[in-house]
């Protein structure tokens, strides 16, 4: 059974940081890349980065690059994703997802993590 389980988010100021991270259960560890998408109140799910599982390329969205960092630790299957001067317009719930692949974007998903609530407010 596959499992995709994310830490817990939170609320922050803006300019402030949190990571979250993905730990994966279940999926063969190369078959997939991991990716992160959030989605805003009133708008569509948007990919946000992902990693490649064997190289580790990574890609970013244009609105969070500098600012986020996509990580991969194998030993524990886990990915995180480090965000960092946070702007009220990164709230969202942020899913990390088993996507096909990552290049210039985020492929399909074949599995989702179940959401988590990150909010941006001073």
């Known amino acids: 059974q596959v499992q995709l389980v994310e830490s817990a988010g939170g609320s922050v100021q803006p300019g402030g940081s949190l990571t979250l991270s993905c730990a994966a259960s279940g999926i063969t560890r190369d078959f997939y890349a991991i990716g992160w998408f959030r989605q805003a109140p009133g708008k569509e799910r948007e990919g946000v980065s992902c990693i490649s599982p064997s190289d580790g390329r990574t890609y970013y969205e244009d609105s969070v690059k500098g600012r986020f960092t996509i990580s991969r630790d194998n030993a524990k299957s886990t990915v995180y994703l480090q965000m960092s001067t946070l702007k009220p317009e990164d709230t969202a719930v942020y899913y990390c997802?088993?996507?096909?692949?990552?290049?210039?974007?985020?492929?399909?998903?074949?599995?989702w993590g179940q959401g988590t609530q990150v909010t941006v407010s001073s």
């Open positions: 997802a088993a996507v096909a692949w990552c290049l210039d974007g985020l492929g399909s998903v074949a599995y």
